[in-house]
């Protein structure tokens, strides 16, 4: 079965760029999106088909994908972004990374 | 903008079948998906419902799972059969318009503790 890895963790500064990385077998292959999940609430979907962003998500949420990484970028971190983020690709069926806790310090 | 709501029972015994249903309410997307998260991990695909009912589910849970749809109802169903602790989750209901355009409408989750 396919298999998406993520970092645990990534720590960043307050209005520095967050780079959080989804790695998986020919990943840029495929397309992946993004999802923002803040602690007791739901997942929010902050990028979709490897770099478009939903209305209502800030610019400072970038994603690109190729070879066997895709990459969520946040520039200009704010406070607010620290969450849980998770990628997902289409195999066969859906699949979703382990998640990575981004911390803003 | 969808509304989706999850409903069922918070409690589960061993072996049983956990149910939940979803219902939509406003706009209306392509398709639906059951997607769960154990308390403080990861969250994992279920399986997902086409308005026109064709399904998939995860290999691994497939021969547990039933999706279906009742379009005049806007409800989705989920059961799932011979259920173990290991089923123990926050359990999502979300919905995707296109293929590949994500899962762009959740709704609040709904606890199930699987227990005796």
């Known amino acids: 079965s396919y298999e998406l890895t993520q970092p645990p963790s990534v720590s960043v500064s307050p209005g520095q760029t967050a780079r959080i990385t989804c790695s998986g077998r020919?990943?840029?292959?495929?397309?992946t999106c993004w999802y923002q999940q803040k602690p007791g609430h739901s997942p929010v979907l902050v990028i979709y088909?490897?770099?478009r962003r939903p209305s209502g998500v800030p610019e400072r949420f970038s994603g690109s994908n190729s070879g066997d990484t895709a990459t969520l970028t946040i520039t200009g971190t704010q406070a607010m972004d620290e969450a849980d983020y998770f990628c997902q690709a289409w195999d066969d069926s859906r699949v979703f990374g382990g998640g990575t806790r981004l911390t803003v310090l | 903008q969808v509304q989706l709501r999850e409903s069922g029972p918070g409690l589960v015994k061993p072996t049983e079948t956990l149910s939940l249903t979803c219902t939509v309410s406003?706009?209306?997307?392509?398709?639906w998906s059951w997607i769960r998260q154990p308390p403080g991990k990861g969250l994992e695909w279920i399986g997902y419902?086409?308005?026109?009912?064709?399904?998939n589910s995860k290999p691994s849970l497939r021969s547990r799972v039933t999706i279906s749809i009742d379009t005049s109802r806007k409800q989705v169903s989920l059961n799932l059969y011979s259920v173990t602790a290991g089923d123990t989750a926050i359990y999502y209901c979300?919905?995707?318009?296109?293929?590949?355009?994500?899962?762009?409408?959740w709704g609040q989750g709904t606890l199930v503790t699987v227990s005796s």
């Open positions: 979300a919905g995707a318009s296109g293929n590949y355009a994500g899962f762009d409408s």
């Open positions: 088909q490897d770099k």
């Open positions: 020919q990943l840029g292959t495929k397309y």
């Open positions: 419902v086409y308005n026109d009912g064709r399904t």
């Open positions: 406003g706009d209306s997307g392509d398709y």
